[in-house]
């Protein structure tokens, strides 16, 4: 119990920023669905009336309010790491309350897309064919529970990615930061190599299309995961 109180506590110290965390993620969301909407109308001016309006459905800033998860991860750390410190928390502990609240953060997003999904169903797209919370393309084949698990698992991996960058820019500075990014980059080249010499890519592009969004949700998942490992690992030198 006396473990639960101090996870809730370090989700306390960060929703002291409501800001950051319900505010902002709010009015970006409505900002690029007002130009969405704005940029979906002048579209429909240029096209005769007798058009298939299906093909000129989308939105186009779905995923805007998904890549300012990067930003809360980064103040995540920046803002609240100190004072964590100063009432006595634990390291453990305060990862743990942060990734417990990335997930009510990255789970909240992703059922706000779900609600208006179902909206634009009932409403056939405002009356007018227009979507924007029920993403269109591949999305659309699929149950909104797929859909769900695919932007929550986005949101929370590029918060984690956020916060995980930023433990290691606390614990060692911008070079040691830059010195990460570039080993990963040279992993992934190295990679890309690796299946070129094999001749894998037909293999890959094959087990790519075979994803559906929650397939590729729960893969997202995996590497939050690996990045909440990451912090922890970089988090012990860390200073406050």
């Known amino acids: 119990m006396k473990h639960k109180n101090r996870t809730l506590k370090v989700i306390g110290l960060h929703l002291a920023n409501q800001m950051t965390y319900i505010w902002i993620p709010l009015a970006v969301i409505a900002a690029t669905f007002l130009i969405s909407v704005a940029?979906?109308?002048?579209?429909?001016?240029?096209?005769?009336?007798?058009?298939?309006?299906?093909?000129?459905?989308?939105?186009?800033?779905?995923?805007?309010?998904?890549?300012?998860a990067?930003?809360?991860?980064?103040?995540?750390?920046?803002?609240?790491?100190?004072?964590?410190?100063?009432?006595?928390?634990?390291?453990?502990?305060?990862?743990?309350?942060?990734?417990?609240?990335?997930?009510?953060?990255?789970?909240?997003?992703?059922?706000?897309?779900?609600?208006?999904?179902?909206?634009?169903?009932?409403?056939?797209?405002?009356?007018?064919?227009?979507?924007y919370f029920g993403l269109t393309g591949w999305f659309a084949r699929f149950h909104w529970a797929e859909q769900w698990l695919f932007l929550t698992g986005l949101c929370l991996m590029l918060f984690?990615?956020?916060?995980?960058c930023t433990t290691v820019f606390k614990r060692g500075?911008?070079?040691?930061?830059?010195?990460?990014?570039?080993?990963?980059?040279?992993?992934?080249?190295?990679?890309?190599?690796?299946i070129t010499w094999q001749e894998w890519w037909p293999a890959v592009?094959?087990?790519?299309?075979?994803?559906?969004p929650g397939a590729a949700?729960?893969?997202?998942?995996v590497i939050a995961g690996a990045f909440s490992l990451g912090t922890y690992w970089s988090i012990r030198k860390a200073v406050p």
């Open 39 to 68: 940029l979906y109308g002048v579209l429909r001016l240029g096209l005769e009336e007798d058009a298939p309006v299906e093909l000129y459905g989308l939105g186009g800033f779905q995923f805007v309010p998904f890549y300012y």
């Open 70 to 131: 990067v930003t809360v991860g980064i103040q995540a750390m920046m803002y609240t790491y100190p004072f964590a410190m100063a009432m006595s928390l634990t390291r453990r502990e305060y990862i743990n309350g942060t990734v417990a609240l990335a997930s009510l953060f990255a789970g909240g997003i992703a059922s706000i897309y779900g609600i208006g999904r179902a909206f634009e169903v009932v409403t056939d797209g405002y009356g007018i064919g227009f979507h």
């Open 160 to 164: 984690m990615a956020g916060f995980c």
């Open 173 to 194: 500075g911008a070079l040691r930061l830059v010195i990460e990014l570039s080993a990963w980059a040279m992993a992934t080249v190295g990679l890309a190599a690796l």
């Open 205 to 212: 592009g094959e087990w790519v299309l075979r994803l559906t």
């Open 217 to 221: 949700g729960g893969w997202m998942l």
